[in-house]
């Protein structure tokens, strides 16, 4: 079973996320069902899909009757070890958030530039969290990404949320 690790650089930690279920993996996905690391009244649990080709980490965040409260779009930089099996997600800082009502919020520009103008990122990981953005926006609003997420984590994960 691989390990992964989440990386972020606002605020800068590493967390192990090697606890969660890990549903799923092949070279496009990797697929995993967890509890909040901190607990919340309004998360109860989440399925997450690592798109690995894309660098796109999609959460359906679930409330406590498993019903879908959001989904939530992380853009990362991922690197796989394939010496130690181990995944390490690099939170590019950007995120997305598709509400239930179908409304699409673009989260965190301002950590991704001042993450920049501290260092804190290459302009590599600069560009490549705004074209993954981009990219992820593009499919957005081209397709129904609540609906190819139920079809991947039911397909792939054989689960139902």
């Given at each position: 079973m691989p390990r992964i690790y989440r990386i972020r650089y606002v605020p800068?930690?590493?967390?192990?996320?090697?606890?969660?279920?890990?549903?799923?993996?092949d070279q496009r996905y990797l697929i995993t069902e967890w509890k909040p690391i901190k607990p919340r009244k309004d998360i109860a649990r989440g399925i997450s899909c690592v798109f690995l080709e894309r660098g796109w980490k999609i959460?359906?965040?679930l409330d406590e009757e498993k019903k879908i409260k959001c989904w939530y779009c992380d853009i990362i930089d991922i690197d796989y070890s394939c010496d130690t099996d181990t995944y390490r997600l690099y939170d590019l800082l950007v995120d997305v958030k598709i509400k239930p009502n179908g409304k699409v919020e673009v989260l965190d520009l301002d950590e991704l530039a001042l993450a920049f103008e501290q260092g804190l990122i290459t302009q590599k990981q600069l560009t490549a969290s705004l074209m993954q953005t981009k990219n992820l926006l593009d499919f957005i609003y081209s397709s129904d990404l609540p609906s190819f997420?139920?079809?991947?984590?039911?397909?792939?994960?054989?689960?139902e949320i």
């Open positions: 800068a930690e590493v967390v192990d996320l090697s606890s969660d279920t890990l549903l799923f993996w959460s359906a965040f997420m139920l079809d991947i984590i039911r397909n792939c994960a054989n689960r």
